[in-house]
């Protein structure tokens, strides 16, 4: 089982408010980082550290962290925003990458 | 702009080996650490391996510890995954990324990510 827990499914109507969680105990000390992954295509990063979007993502998509668990929020969900997320950190030991198991959003 | 171009993959046997290969452009290659991540069919990401921007460190996940051996030529710009003893859970699509990041910031909480990926290259284990 993996270090990084998410919810594995999750739906939200078009245009409505979505948010994604990952907890682990590691993200005390290591931000998570969050991929977007589509059917056929390379992933791409998302949301990185405390709240930092890079360059290309859209503004409706945000990230926050609270004790061992970060979030990621889509606001005003859109049809191109269906895809898996995968957070990803550092494993007990600090020395490793681990991923979360994904979370598959629906838009509806 | 910025390429990572993973080659190399394929069929091979159960217990056979291969080389993967991953060119870089449009960065300073020699100043990033490199990750490989994989992704079986129908399951999520996995980490692989890192290596450090000079070599000087590598980490590999249990799963291919002692098989794998990941390497870079700085000169030539690429990274490679040395991939022996292989089995059928090996089957994934293997991407390369870079990492940025890489420090403690104002509240002592280390922030890192993969950056820029490659489209990957199949490696498929089978009789």
């Known amino acids: 089982s993996s270090e990084l827990t998410q919810d594995p499914d999750v739906s939200v109507a078009l245009g409505q408010t979505v948010r994604i969680t990952c907890q682990g105990d590691r993200l005390r000390s290591y931000y998570a980082s969050w991929y977007q992954v589509k059917p056929g295509q390379a992933p791409i990063c998302v949301m990185y550290g405390k709240k930092n979007r890079p360059s290309g993502i859209p503004d409706r998509i945000s990230g926050s962290t609270s004790g061992d668990t970060a979030s990621l929020t889509i606001t005003g969900a859109q049809a191109e925003d269906e895809a898996d997320y995968y957070c990803c950190s550092r494993d007990s030991s600090g020395t490793r990458v681990v991923f979360g198991g994904g979370t598959k959003v629906t838009v509806l | 702009q910025v390429q990572l171009v993973e080659s190399g993959g394929g069929v091979v046997q159960p217990g056979g080996s291969l080389r993967l290969s991953c060119a870089a452009s449009?960065?300073?290659?020699?100043?990033?650490?490199m990750h490989w991540v994989r992704q079986a069919p129908g399951k999520g990401l996995e980490w692989v391996a890192f290596?450090?921007?000079?070599?000087?460190?590598?980490f590999y996940a249990d799963s291919v510890k002692d098989r794998f051996t990941i390497s870079r030529d700085n000169f030539k710009n690429t990274l490679f995954l040395q991939m022996n003893s292989l089995r059928a859970e090996d089957t994934a699509i293997y991407y390369c990324a870079n990492v940025e990041g890489n420090y403690f910031d104002s509240s002592a909480t280390y922030l890192e990510y993969f950056q820029h990926w490659g489209q990957g290259t199949l490696v498929t284990v089978s009789s």
């Open positions: 449009g960065f300073m290659f020699s100043s990033y650490g």
């Open positions: 290596l450090r921007y000079d070599g000087s460190n590598k």
